[in-house]
DNA sequence: ATACCTTACGTGGACCGTAAGTATC
DNA sequence: GATACTTACGGTCCACGTAAGGTAT
C-alpha cells in the first residue's frame, strides 16, 4: 500500500480511465496498469472492473480511506515544513464563498490596521478545497461556511491535528427571484419549500444535502446544477427563475436582481467557521484571536 | 514517506533507540539509520535528536500523524478483508476493564441465546489496543469506557469510518480503602477529591487526565503508577490505600476490599461506547442491535 | 477497426545487509 | 574503550518505460 499507488488509484477512479490517470499522474498507461494489478495482488481482491472503469465493492471502501490518507500524508509534511518557512508579513486565506461575508472582511480589516505591510492573498474554493487548502498548508487559515442548529457545530470531515473556532452565526436567507410570490415576505419557512425547485450549487449555497439532514426530510431536489463558486452567477441563475438558494442573509442581501428572505422555520443559522494548523503562523494567530475573542472559541 | 519508514520513525522513538527498533522489526541497525536518514531527507528536517534519541520539534509534529496514518492504512486492508472472510460464527470482541460490566455481559447473553454454536472470544484491553483491534480488523467490535457529562459523547481520536453508539452509562464510583474516612459516605463530590493521592491507571481506570478534563482542574495529580488492564490489581492497590480511582459503580461495587462511592458532583457518568466498522460480521451487527436497540444510537 | 488495458522484457535505481568508520558516554 | 549510530559498498529486487499482445466496443 504504497501511497503512490493510492494516488494512482484515487486518479484512475477519478477520471474513470487508466491512460486518462497515467496523463495527469505523468506516468505511461502501463504503469498505471501495473500499479492497479499491484494494489489489487497486495489486498487480494479485485478493486476496479475495467470497460467501464468503476469501483468494485472492495475498490469502494479503499475509496473511503485512500483520499483522507493521502490528505493527511500532505498535511504531515505541510505541519512540518511550516517549522522553517513560517513568512511572518504573508496571510493566505481560503474560503468557501459565503463565509466571505462582513465578520471576516470586518476582522481582516482590524489586522490590516494593526500590521502594516502585511501581504494577504484569499482564495475562494468549495468546502472541501478549503479543508485541503489549510491541511496542506496551501493555506495559513480558513472559512467554511454552512447551515446548522443554533450554537450546533458544522459536521466536518477527519482533518487531522487542527483547530476549529465559531467565527459567526448569522441569518440564513432563501434567494427568491423579484417576482416570485414567496418574494415578498418577511420570512419563510424552510420545510415549506421542500418540493420547491433548487439550485444545486454545492460550492457556493448551502449544499442541498445539508438542507435534507437539518430539516430532515428528502426534499430539496436538484433542479439545476451549478459547479464553481461564483456567487452572482447562482444570483442570476436565482433571478431568472432557475430555481431556489440559501445563503447568509448579509450575503444574499447584496446580490443584485434577487430577494433575500430570511428563515424562520426550523430555527437554523448560517454558520461560519475558523480552521488552522495547530501550529499557525503568527498573522493566522492574530486573525484567529480578533474573531475567537469576538465569538467564542471551541476546541 | 513510505509507510515502512513511517513504521520505524515511530519503532525508534517508542524504543528510544536505533538498534532496539530494528530488532522488534526484524531490520539490521543500518537499514534503521537508512530510513530515518532518508524521511529527514525526504521532509527536509531533522527528526529524531540522537544520543539521547528523542524527537525534534518536527519529529514532535510527525509523531502527531503517523501513528494515525499507519492506523487507518490497516483499517483499510482489514475493511477489504471483512469483505470475503466474513465468519458467521465466530465473534471477537474487544473491551477495555470497565467496560466489561452488566451491561455488556447482559447483551452478550441474551445474544447467545439466540445464537447457539457461536464462538466467542473476549480481549480485555487498554482503550487504544480496543480501537486499534477494531479498526485493524482484529475484533468485530469493541467497547470503550470513559467519563462524560450525561449524555456528551467520549472524546474519540480518528478513526476512520466507523460508527459510534452509546452502549451504557453508569454511576460514576470513586474505590476508598476501607478504612478511609470517606469510605463510609453515601456521595463524594469529585472536586473535594482533587488534590487526593491518585492511582494513575490510564487501561484500567477512568485517566486522570479525563478527570482533570471534565472536572477542569489541574489536580488528580498522580502518586503511583498502574500498567495494564488487571481490575483486581488495581483493587488490591486502592484497598492498601496507594491511592484512589474513579470505576463505574456496577464494577467497583463487585471489587472486594475496597468500598465503592458514588461521585454526586460534578455531574457525571461513566459511559460505555460501542465502536464497530461501517460493515461489520453479521454476530456483531445483531449484538449492536441489541444494544442499540435498549440504548438509544447515535451517529 | 480501434481504443484501451495487459503482458513481456530490459534497464536504472532503491533497499537491505555486511562491514568498516566515527562519535559520545 | 565500549556502545551505538553512520557511512561505504555490493547484491538483489522492484519499478518504470518501451513495445508487443489481447479484448471489448
Redesign the interface.
Known sequence: ???HLLRTFVAVLDHRSFSGAAASLGYTQSAVSQHIAALEAD???RLVERRPVAPT??GA??L???P??LL??D???A???R??QARPTHLTLAASPAALGPTVARALAELRATAHALDVEVRVLGREAVLSDVVGGRADLGFVDGAAAPSDPLPMP?L??TTTLAAAEETLAVLFPLGHPLAGRRTVRLTDLAQAQWIDAPDTAVPLDRLRTVCRTDGFRPWIRHRGTDLHGLAALAAAGHGLAALPLPVAAALPGIAAVPVSEPRLVHRIELVHP??PTAPARQLADLIGGRAGSRA
Do not use: C, Q, T, Y
Open positions: 500500500m504504497d501511497p489486498l487480494g481482491s465493492p472492495a471502501r479503499l473511503e480511506h485512500a483522507a490518507l493527511r500524508l498535511a504531515a509534511r505541519d512540518i515544513a517549522l522553517h477527519d487531522g491535528p495547530v501550529n
